[in-house]
């Protein structure tokens, strides 16, 4: 829609977090992280875009659950970064005892998704480009006895 206009701004706000977070040395193995993830979003959506200009709309639309997954993924990793900014910077002011514990609390959090739940994106990735056509052929009359 409109040349994909809210994909662009969704990427420009991505990139934004990224470069504010690039300004810190704790997150820099995160930021590569998102970076290598954006770039697969960005393929397989550019990928699906060329699917669903050359194929049937049942083809380009087979695997549209697993494509908002992989987009979800990537964007929760997006606020997490956001978020570990924000605990960077209020780390760096020395809070007190219970404050320091709330932020590192949120910083372990950051980097589980970061570690068990954003690398699930590849195996959607390489699923999302194989447009196969699987679920497509499944009839119903071959489960019915």
Known sequence: ???????KLYLGEVQRTIREAEKFEEL????????????????????????GKKETPELFLADATLYLELF???SVAW???????AVVKALRNGPGEGEAHFFT????AFRYFFEYELPKMEGLAKRLVRSDGLTVEIKPDYFSD
């Open 105 to 108: 609390g949120k910083f372990f």
């Open 1 to 7: 829609m409109n040349g994909g206009k809210a994909y």
């Open 79 to 85: 606020q997490w970064l956001v978020q570990a900014t």
């Open 28 to 51: 820099q193995s995160y930021v590569q992280k998102l970076k290598e993830s954006l770039e697969i979003l960005q393929k397989v959506t550019g990928y699906l875009t060329e699917v």
């Open 72 to 74: 979800g993924i990537v």
